[in-house]
């Protein structure tokens, strides 16, 4: 199982940025797939998930009305669409692949490398 996201990057404060992830190696349509981001000294957390079923999503509170999580079955991609970005978005992000449950880290067997998203003041 491979779990690629694209290139992060740095962006003001305000602005939006989108990240792809791209999946092989597993029946895409049969995982949920999550976005997690990890700030320096702080824990991995919670994003975004966007269940295999139904396509339902749910988002962290922090994130709630200024990030989208989609995706296209059959390109076995996901996207997070990030708009209204501020600092406290600052992290490493990951996007996750899950067939149980959704909300922790340590349900989630196959993650990406992880990319950068820093957004300036």
């Known amino acids: 199982v491979q779990l690629v996201e694209s290139e992060g990057g740095l962006v003001q404060a305000g602005g939006s940025l989108r990240l792809v992830c791209a999946a092989s190696?597993?029946?895409?349509?049969?995982?949920?797939m999550g976005w997690f981001r990890q700030a320096p000294g702080k824990e991995r957390e919670f994003v975004a998930v966007?269940?295999?079923?139904?396509?339902?999503?749910y988002y962290a509170d922090s994130v709630k009305g200024r990030f989208t999580i989609s995706r296209d079955n059959a390109k076995n991609t996901v996207y997070l669409q990030m708009n209204g970005l501020k600092p406290d978005d600052t992290a490493v992000y990951y996007c996750?692949?899950?067939?149980?449950?959704?909300?922790?880290?340590?349900?989630?067997?196959?993650w990406g490398q992880g990319t950068q998203v820093t957004v300036s003041s």
């Open positions: 996750a692949a899950s067939r149980g449950e959704i909300l922790s880290p340590a349900d989630y067997p196959y």
């Open positions: 190696g597993l029946t895409f349509s049969t995982y949920s």
């Open positions: 966007i269940m295999w079923i139904g396509s339902r999503t």
